[in-house]
Structures are given as C-alpha cells and as structure tokens.
C-alpha cells in the first residue's frame, strides 16, 4: 500500500500570501495518478487537480499543482477568504488501495 | 448538472447492518465507475470500495474486505453499499464519488452530501 504523508499539518497563512502544501509518497507514484481535493468543514471534497498538475472544470487559476515520482507539491499562488480549509492529495495506483494523505489545514493567522 | 445524493445511513449497533443508497442523476450513469469513500468524525479521507461501470470489476479496502459489499443498479441509477458486521471503527461519513479518467489520469470528480453511519457499542 502507497502512504502519503501531507506537510505541513496546518498552515497558518493570512489572505494575498503563498500556499505551499507537500505530499510525498511512500513510493513511486505515476504523474497522471495523483490528484488534490479541497473540504471545508460539513462540506463534500472537491477536486482541485488531476493528473499531479491539471486543473479541475472551474478552478481558479491560482490553483497548481506540481512534481513527480515521490514528491508533489500543491501551490495556491495567492490565498483568497474562500481557499482556507483542508488539503488532500490521494494516489490512483494501477489497483486500489486508492489511498489519501492525512491532509493540510490552511488557517487564517 | 451531475447530483449524487446517499441514504440510508443512521444508528446502528455493534454487529448490526446497514445499507446505503446513493442515486445519481445528470450524467449517464451506466458508464462509469463509482465508489465509496468515508471519513470518521474529525479525521481524514479513507477510500473503502470500487466497483466498474458494468459490476465486472469490485475492489475493497482490507479493512471492510469480507463484510461489505458494493453493488449497483444501472436502470435505477443507483449504487449501494451493504455494510454487515459492523464495528464501532465503522463509524463515518459515507461518500459516494464518481470515478473520471481524463487524459490518463483517475480523478474523483464529483461526490455526494455523504450519509452518517453511526456504530455504536
């Protein structure tokens, strides 16, 4: 089974700043099967990025994703009101498991 | 507009069974495959099972494999989940979620409200 391992835990960012979320895989993971999703507290996740770096059907362009192999990084180029909540990045192997990081809060500082 | 809406989750007892309802609507149903997805009260996302737009191909997680079954309804449009053997670690939101492909790629790309399975001991 892959384990994805999100950092950091939390992010404590204020509105106009730079997000950086990493996930890394417990081993090698194809580009085209790694994806992010956002949920806000009661809400569903929502897909951010498929294939490690294409955005979803209306996802801001300050949105990207990035990073191959172990090592993919979610990037959100300046932080609005609505983009605080939790991160997840989840990897399609060949067969399931399809597992999930633990995830990243982004919180207001 | 492409709606996923679960049912049948609620309070249970250790032991007991369940069976949840997702019904789909807006996209042709028949055509791709779904899964089931769940989060426990304030922890993070575990995907639990799979199944092919034909029922021809059905994954579990190892940690409901022989106690939950996935299924599916084409001309209803639905999909289901028998949950039998229940455990209070069972206790969860329960997604159901749209499995895409788009250039390659495997994505989750449209999710329900979720339904609230309650284990209790």
């Known amino acids: 089974e892959i384990v994805l391992t999100q950092s950091p835990g939390t992010l404590s960012l204020s509105p106009g700043e730079r997000a950086t979320l990493s996930c890394r895989a417990s081993q090698s993971v194809s580009s085209s099967s790694l994806a992010w999703y956002q949920q806000k507290p009661g809400q569903a996740p929502r897909l951010l990025i498929y294939g490690a770096s294409s955005r979803a059907t209306g996802i801001p362009d300050r949105f990207s994703g990035s990073g191959s192999g172990t090592d993919f990084t979610l990037t959100i180029s300046r932080l609005e009101p609505e983009d605080f909540a939790v991160y997840y990045c989840q990897q399609y192997g060949s067969s399931p498991p399809w597992t999930f990081g633990q995830g990243t809060k982004v919180e207001i500082k | 507009e492409v709606q996923l809406v679960e049912s049948g989750g609620g309070l249970v007892q250790r032991g007991g069974s369940l069976r949840l309802s997702c019904a789909a609507s807006g996209f042709t149903f028949s055509s791709y495959s779904m899964n089931w997805v769940r989060q426990a009260p304030g922890k993070g996302l575990e995907w639990v099972s799979y199944i092919s737009s034909g029922s021809g191909t059905i994954y579990y997680a190892d940690s409901v494999k022989g106690r939950f079954t996935i299924s599916r309804d084409n001309a209803k449009n639905s999909l289901y989940l028998q949950m039998n053997s229940l455990r209070v670690e069972d206790t969860a939101v329960y997604y159901c979620?749209?499995?895409?492909?788009?250039?390659?790629?495997?994505?989750?790309?449209?999710w329900g409200q979720g339904t609230l399975v309650t284990v209790s001991s």
């Open positions: 979620a749209r499995l895409i492909v788009a250039a390659g790629a495997r994505s989750f790309d449209s």
